[in-house]
């Protein structure tokens, strides 16, 4: 422990060094620090005034903790580039050889470049928010408070680690300090959505909540570490000279891995595609597990709370009968008023927004948006047992028939989905995180294709056309 | 001791940058690696000090397995790369401690070694200015400083004396030399066949990621030259037409007063042939080997490998 730690200190301190010699990172800096503070202080009490002129009716108070969040998200996204150069500018220096030669262990350097990449727009952060708060202090406003001063400088510790973690995963993977700073845009713009977010938690005045911002942009930083320290190598900082955007390439990876070794469709059906629904066992297992405890929580939720904010007395039962009664009617018309090729449409395009918020936060932001629409289940079946009728039936008749082929094609899509993401933090010594990422996708899509498109084709035309009848025919009565 | 068995790197599953390398060099024993930029020579020395990891084949360096021990291979390996890779804000005495760190070196052996790389190289006065401020052959002389820095078992050296003036070279080939006598297994890849011819034990010449020829000198010679060429300088016209020249002694060429032979076995032949010529009164001026130089040797290889006429 000790020993890993020297190890990384030493490689962090020569960091240090190298920076703190180098004016074009310090003087910058510095200024940026010992001005922005000021800048921002006045252009937040202008803005104010100039709002109140016009009837805005804002407060300076409410805007300190955004303007200390700002403040502090500034240096960060300046001295990104520290970050960013971290590898690949040694490589372009010619010292990463040597660096490479040494008996350090790949940890260790890239623990040692992730602390001084995280440290040195921390200080400078921290440092520009004390003077701005020194500022505030001065003034007849009211002093943010320690709990929520607290929180902010916990929520730009948790920028500074996603967004340096990220840059030192692009800085191993580019080929060169251009390129690298080409993608920097790729980590600012995504965190300055995120502070959007935040800053509306902030707006809200509900406090509490940023806990779970700070622990959902900690759990992504922390698995963009693992995802960096999965794919260094140090052969490929050496080996790859030049990006090459070679299309074909990447193609001819794709199909390769997407079409196997099968000869036809129907090969390629019996071959292939249970080499790839196999490996999805443990992902598959996952899921169903998450998606049963998602489903029951939700419906003992509903069944649980909503008594208690909503009174359910008979007549209320009647009404909400009457208005399901009346709901019934118009299936008849649900053909033309979501055909089955628009209805499939939109469940195509879940499953693939599932993947893309999968790719950009390892399988966890697709696992969170499939459990909500599990739940949306549970909680429909809760509502429906709260009204007098019954769950199984309801989940029998308005659900199952075509949720066989719907919910078996969302389940192997969200599995296929974590699986991508898990590969992504997994070590693989043989391949780079392109071709990591190239062959998940390959096999998404097999499973995608293969599976969740004629199915979900199924799904519709049952949900249709047959599932209205089935309702119609469960609940005679309504 | 270094060791490799079909060692071969493939790029991009297309290009093969080094292929099917047999090598055996012993402790004591220096290797010169000679070859066209991009040959290989470069991608041979970073799969043994495992910064590459081999395609196919394996290597064996200071007694570990490069695939499977590349931390022991670091530690006992010292390399001076193609670029000398300095960081340019610190100043030599912190770019020394910092590598000694890095090879686990205990306080006192860093400062010992340190004291003691610096002041061979003449880098002692130097030791507390930034190294960007050194000349190319400061930088190359601290580079290789560093490589030796863990006194390792191993040297792998990229153009050791590239960029340095006359003194500075012979410091280093004497270094090298020092350190090939206490019984370290180095190799060296350069382009300095004068350097090569002077120091290595044994050469090889890498084409295309393939070792063409692996030898002594004399070895490459023989074989590239073909055999040994003697020539013989008379003080007057000496008609050489009836001279009865001894098994395995070919005429090859002749002037006025100088006739030049290629034998097969110079020990046997020669006392034969001077005794021939003497007999026939010849007015025997010299008698010596034709000098040929690695260069000639290189040359001829490598025009041999391009399907090229080679101009002697």
Redesign the interface.
């Given at each position: 422990m000790r020993r890993n730690f020297d190890?990384i200190w030493?490689v962090a301190r020569?960091e240090f060094?190298?920076q703190f010699?180098?004016w074009r990172i310090v003087v910058p800096m510095l200024l940026l620090i010992s001005l922005f503070p000021f800048i921002a202080d006045d252009t937040t009490r202008q803005a104010v005034t100039f709002m109140n002129r016009f009837g805005g009716e804002l407060i300076l108070d409410s805007l300190i903790p955004f303007v200390v969040l700002v403040i502090g998200f500034f240096p960060l996204s300046f001295t990104l580039v520290v970050a960013l150069e971290s590898f690949v500018g040694e490589k372009e220096?010619?010292?990463?050889?040597?660096?490479?030669?040494?008996?350090?262990?790949d940890r260790h350097m890239y623990l040692g470049k992730l602390l001084v990449g995280v440290t040195t727009p921390l200080v400078f952060s921290y440092t520009s928010i004390v003077i701005y708060l020194i500022l505030v202090s001065r003034r007849s406003v009211e002093f943010p408070s320690a709990y929520m001063l607290t929180l902010i400088f916990l929520l730009t510790f948790a920028h500074a680690v996603l967004m340096v973690s990220s840059a030192i995963v692009i800085s191993v993977q580019a080929t060169t300090i251009r390129a690298a700073n080409l993608l920097a845009s790729f980590v600012v713009v995504p965190v300055a959505f995120l502070m959007q977010g935040e800053t509306v938690l902030i707006f809200w005045g509900n406090e509490d909540v940023l806990w779970y911002a700070i622990a959902g942009v900690t759990l992504l930083a922390g698995m963009i570490v693992r995802l960096g320290l999965s794919h260094f190598r140090?052969?490929y900082l050496?080996?790859r000279e030049i990006d090459n955007l070679n299309i074909k390439?990447i193609g001819r990876k794709f199909r390769n891995r997407f079409v196997g070794d099968a000869r036809s469709i129907s090969e390629w059906y019996r071959r292939e595609l249970p080499i790839t629904l196999r490996q999805l066992r443990q992902p598959l297992l996952i899921v169903t597990v998450l998606a049963l405890l998602a489903g029951i929580a939700s419906y003992v939720w509903v069944v649980v709370n909503v008594p208690i904010y909503i009174d359910i007395t008979p007549d209320r039962v009647d009404e909400f009968r009457e208005l399901v009664a009346g709901n019934l009617t118009s299936l008849d018309l649900l053909s033309e008023q979501l055909p089955a090729p628009v209805l499939f449409f939109y469940n195509a395009r879940a499953t693939v927004t599932f993947l893309l918020l999968g790719l950009v936060s390892f399988g966890t932001l697709g696992l969170t948006l499939f459990l909500v629409n599990i739940g949306l289940v549970g909680g429909v079946l809760g509502a429906a047992s709260l009204v007098g009728f019954s769950p199984w039936l309801t989940f029998a008749a308005g659900i199952l028939p075509h949720g066989i082929f719907e919910l078996s094609a969302v389940f192997l899509a969200t599995a296929a989905m974590l699986k991508v993401g898990a590969q992504l933090v997994t070590p693989q010594p043989d391949k780079g995180l392109g071709e990591v990422l190239l062959v998940s996708l390959a096999d998404w899509f097999r499973v995608f294709i293969g599976i969740v498109v004629p199915f979900l084709a199924v799904a519709a035309v049952i949900e249709v056309y047959l599932t209205p009848v089935l309702i119609k025919l469960a609940f005679p009565y309504l | 001791m270094i060791e490799t068995n079909d060692l071969s790197k493939q790029f991009n599953n297309e290009f093969w940058a080094v292929d099917g390398v047999t090598l055996n060099v012993q402790p004591g024993e220096i290797l010169a690696l000679l070859g066209q930029n991009g040959a290989g020579k470069t991608t041979t020395v970073r799969m043994l000090t495992a910064l590459l990891s081999p395609t196919r084949g394996w290597a064996r360096v200071a007694g570990y397995d490069v695939t499977k021990n590349p931390q022991e291979i670091r530690s006992n390996v010292g390399v001076l790369t193609e670029q000398h890779g300095l960081y340019m804000r610190m100043t030599a005495i912190e770019y020394l401690e910092f590598f000694g760190r890095a090879y686990g070196l205990d306080a006192n052996t860093r400062k010992s070694r340190s004291d003691y790389l610096l002041e061979y190289f003449c880098l002692t006065e130097a030791a507390r200015r930034r190294t960007g401020e050194y000349s190319k052959g400061m930088k190359q002389k601290l580079a290789l400083a560093r490589a030796l820095m863990h006194d390792p078992a191993v040297l792998l050296l990229d153009e050791p004396t590239s960029a340095m003036d006359p003194e500075s070279s012979r410091l280093v080939r004497d270094e090298i030399a020092r350190l090939r006598s206490s019984q370290r297994t180095i190799i060296i890849c350069t382009h300095n066949l004068a350097e090569a011819e002077a120091l290595a034990d044994r050469i090889a010449i890498i084409y295309r990621g393939k070792i063409l020829l692996n030898g002594t000198l004399d070895e490459l010679k023989r074989e590239v030259l073909g055999a040994v060429e003697y020539e013989a300088n008379f003080a007057e016209a000496f008609d050489a037409d009836e001279l009865d020249l001894p098994p395995g002694v070919i005429l090859v060429s002749r002037s006025a007063t100088s006739l030049r032979f290629r034998i097969e076995a110079p020990q046997v032949a020669n006392p034969k042939l001077v005794h021939a010529l003497t007999s026939r009164n010849a007015p025997l001026v010299s008698f010596h080997e034709v000098s040929r130089k690695l260069e000639q040797v290189y040359l001829k290889t490598m025009a041999d490998a391009q399907g090229v006429l080679y101009a002697a």
């Open positions: 190890a030493m020569r060094l190298d010699r180098d220096r010619g010292t990463i050889e040597p660096l490479l030669s040494s008996p350090l262990e140090r052969e050496l080996g390439m | -």
